[in-house]
Nanobody
């Protein structure tokens, strides 16, 4: 079984910063892509940023230049540095990981998608 746990959510003022962290644990041989998604009230979950194992990143247009995703493969961790926050960034942020639980899964290109429980980010003055 694999779990991912987010931390670092909270409240910030417009223009402020927050940093989210996510750590995966359990039966993990290797993790491919990791990413952050968010869900605002009344809206569908959307991709915020993703990062490959090799460090290739992708960002939603709305956060490019303000947010930065990074990861530490040794710690099975992914981070999201959020700067110049806007009220529109308020949402529940979810961590996602594509996990190969065993070497055999990695060989067979089989992975499971694991989601965290979510971290609430509010942006208000």
């Amino acid at each position: 079984q694999v779990q991912v746990v987010e931390s670092g959510g909270g409240q910030a003022q417009p223009g402020g910063s927050l940093r989210l962290s996510c750590v995966a644990s359990g039966m993990i041989y290797i993790i491919n892509g990791m990413g952050w998604y968010r869900e605002a009230p009344g809206k569908q979950r959307e991709m915020v940023a993703t990062i490959s194992r090799d460090g290739l990143t992708d960002y939603a247009t709305s956060v490019r230049g303000r947010f930065s995703i990074s990861r530490d493969n040794a710690k099975n961790a992914v981070y999201l540095q959020m700067n110049r926050l806007e009220p529109e960034d308020a949402a529940v942020y979810f961590c996602n990981a594509e996990v190969h639980p065993r070497f055999s899964d990695y060989q067979d290109h089989k992975y499971i998608e694991v989601w965290g429980q979510g971290a609430l980010v509010t942006v208000s003055s």
